[in-house]
């Protein structure tokens, strides 16, 4: 059973990063939250109230797409640092004077209330955690009974090229090992979530230069890396892996890992034990022959 944080993740650097000033949601982001919303279609229950998980990095083009969804249905935006939520606000949130703005009114902007939400909508926010099990509780107990929550994450074949340079290199690795999906769907299960269905898929993004490679990554996360290299890299540095770059195709894998899973009824509590008099004992053990026979 999955009871301990990453071992591959330093949570002070997870908690770094959560802090970064907001910035634009990166491609890659808003492509996989797009392919994601699509997967909706599948669902049949409607959302009247969902929540949307840090949407700035997970995707502020993909809230529209879900919003024209359920364009019926209130909203939970869910960002934890004030800039981030006023960075959210300023760009998701309907001029008063419009008639979405009317009929809904202004959006929340908080963590949704225990079981208030039928859907929650957590888009590549998972494998930057260091307690992911406390997370996806957070997400169990957002949701009403039957609500469903609807995730991305990375996996394990992520940047598998990266990882051969800086091996190549005798480098620490560039980032933290991902988590299998097959793992994700015990965590949900222990969490009490009920009947998980995981898939993946290998995206590959090319680019004309090493230096445009490397601000995409810069743009995604992060190394949360316990072991990572602990000061600044010098520009030796920087023109080493430039230079390494180059030889080698000028592309980054990503393995992305898709998940939903529903919050069932809760289960019927069952007494620890059962109390039978000596006689109701005694007729429970006799073998059934002798008690037809009568005695």
């Known amino acids: 059973m999955l009871t301990q944080r990453p071992p591959t993740i330093d949570p002070q650097a997870a908690s770094h990063w959560q802090q970064q000033a907001p910035s634009p949601s990166p491609w890659l982001h808003e492509e996989v939250g797009r392919r994601m919303e699509e997967r909706l279609a599948w669902i049949k229950r409607q959302p009247t109230a969902w929540a949307h998980w840090q949407p700035v990095?997970?995707?502020?083009?993909?809230?529209?797409?879900?919003?024209?969804r359920y364009p019926q249905a209130t909203c939970h935006v869910t960002e934890f640092t004030p800039e981030r939520a006023s960075y959210a606000q300023a760009r998701l949130r309907k001029p008063w004077w419009t008639l979405a703005g009317w009929k809904r009114g202004p959006a929340p902007f908080d963590i949704p209330p225990e079981s208030s939400v039928q859907m929650l909508w957590a888009n590549m926010a998972?494998?930057?955690a260091a307690d992911p099990q406390?997370?996806?509780?957070?997400?169990?107990?957002?949701?009403?009974?039957d609500g469903f929550v609807m995730?991305?994450?990375?996996g394990p074949d992520t940047l598998s090229g990266l990882r051969e340079v800086y091996r190549a290199k005798a480098w620490p690795a560039p980032t933290h090992q991902f988590t299998d999906m097959h793992d994700w769907g015990d965590m949900l299960v222990q969490a009490g979530f009920a009947e998980p269905v995981m898939d993946m898929e290998r995206i590959t993004l090319s680019f004309a230069t090493p230096e445009r490679l490397l601000e995409e990554l810069r743009g995604l996360g992060r190394n949360l890396q316990p072991q990572r290299f602990a000061a600044l890299r010098g520009r030796q540095w920087r023109r080493e892996l430039l230079d390494e770059l180059e030889q080698r195709p000028l592309q980054l894998e990503f393995e992305v890992i898709y998940g939903h899973a529903f919050k069932p009824s809760p289960r019927l509590s069952v007494r620890p034990e059962t109390?039978?008099?000596l006689a109701q004992m005694r007729d429970t053990l006799r073998p059934a022959k002798s008690r037809s026979a009568g005695g």
């Open 57 to 68: 990095n997970g995707g502020l083009q993909t809230h529209q797409l879900i919003a024209r």
């Open 126 to 128: 998972l494998h930057m």
């Open 134 to 145: 406390a997370l996806i509780g957070q997400w169990h107990r957002a949701l009403e009974v």
């Open 151 to 154: 995730f991305s994450c990375l």
């Open 275 to 277: 109390v039978l008099s």
